[in-house]
């Protein structure tokens, strides 16, 4: 009974008279999860589930191995080093290196505001790129000044940082968050940039622009309507309200730290 219904569960009721020769990588991933499910467990362990499958075959059996989750509602602990896997599949994420707990939460906390340097350049695809830039006070603001590049930031943020204008910082901005202007959003707090278009790959639903400007190297993930090609000088704008900054010292992210010093009185 119990092999009927994993293999109900899994699709496997063709195969139950094959031998295991005679199924395919992903038909002998699923068997092996019946093998799991048949013991009716309390949690599941799944260490690189994955890793040995073709590309295709792999994005297919992580939506199965979702659909599985979803319909047991068991708890379920899955290693992987593909951040990809991580963010598509899990609920909560823990990012650890070397050993050591870097954070924990959903995938869109990661995304969008990581603890430190090493989960924003690991947690998203293409990476994050990274400055090195100092804040200044600016028209009674404050900027990320990368060395003649200037990023001001919102009026709260510069309430909130004005105290550590002169602080060494190393600041993210991921790909997605830099527009050819051609195809800017409007409701967007923009800084233009000139840059040179070193390389370009056309991925079909996006434009991936490898560029140079002000002595930095980064990657613009832009409409794949843009026009720019190889060798052309152009400008490329900033979302000033997607800019991430992290400490240079310890690389923790500067506002992680201000927001929990403001609610803990006495913090540093």
């Given amino acids: 009974e119990r092999v009927s219904r994993a293999a109900k569960i899994l699709n496997l009721e063709p195969y139950l008279g094959r031998f295991p020769r005679e199924l395919s990588g992903g038909q002998r991933q699923r068997v092996a999860m019946?093998?799991?499910?048949?013991?009716?467990?309390?949690?599941?362990?799944?260490?690189?589930?994955?890793?040995?499958?073709?590309?295709?075959?792999?994005?297919?059996?992580?939506?199965?191995?979702k659909s599985l989750h979803q319909r047991l509602k068991t708890t379920t602990v899955y290693v992987?080093?593909?951040?990809?896997?991580?963010?598509?599949?899990?609920?909560?994420?823990?990012?650890?290196k070397d050993?050591?707990?870097?954070?924990?939460?959903?995938?869109?906390?990661?995304?969008?505001?990581?603890?430190?340097?090493?989960?924003a350049g690991f947690i998203g695809s293409p990476s994050m790129n990274f400055f090195k830039g100092t804040l200044k006070s600016i028209d009674g603001g404050v900027a990320v000044d990368l060395e003649g590049l200037q990023l001001p930031l919102s009026a709260a943020r510069s309430q909130r940082l004005a105290a550590l204008a002169g602080t060494q910082v190393v600041c993210g901005v991921r790909?997605?968050?830099?527009?050819?202007p051609d195809f800017l959003p409007m409701h967007i707090r923009s800084q233009a940039v000139d840059a040179l278009v070193d390389v370009t790959e056309m991925v079909g639903n996006e434009k991936l622009l490898y560029v140079k400007s002000g002595g930095h190297d980064y990657l613009a993930r832009v409409d794949p309507r843009s026009r720019a090609r190889l060798g052309?000088?152009?400008?490329?704008?900033?979302?000033?309200?997607?800019?991430?900054?992290?400490?240079?010292?310890?690389?923790?992210?500067?506002?992680?730290?201000?927001?929990?010093?403001?609610?803990?009185?006495?913090v540093n």
């Fill in 34 to 65: 019946g093998r799991a499910i048949v013991r009716d467990p309390k949690v599941f362990l799944f260490d690189e589930p994955l890793s040995n499958l073709d590309a295709k075959l792999r994005v297919a059996m992580r939506a199965e191995i």
């Fill in 99 to 119: 050993g050591i707990l870097q954070q924990v939460g959903t995938p869109e906390d990661l995304y969008f505001r990581p603890d430190n340097v090493f989960v």
């Fill in 80 to 96: 992987t080093h593909d951040q990809v896997e991580a963010m598509t599949m899990a609920t909560r994420i823990a990012v650890l």
């Fill in 232 to 266: 052309q000088q152009m400008q490329l704008l900033f979302d000033l309200d997607r800019i991430h900054l992290f400490r240079a010292d310890d690389e923790k992210a500067i506002d992680k730290i201000e927001i929990e010093a403001e609610e803990v009185p006495g």
């Fill in 175 to 180: 790909p997605e968050d830099l527009y050819d």
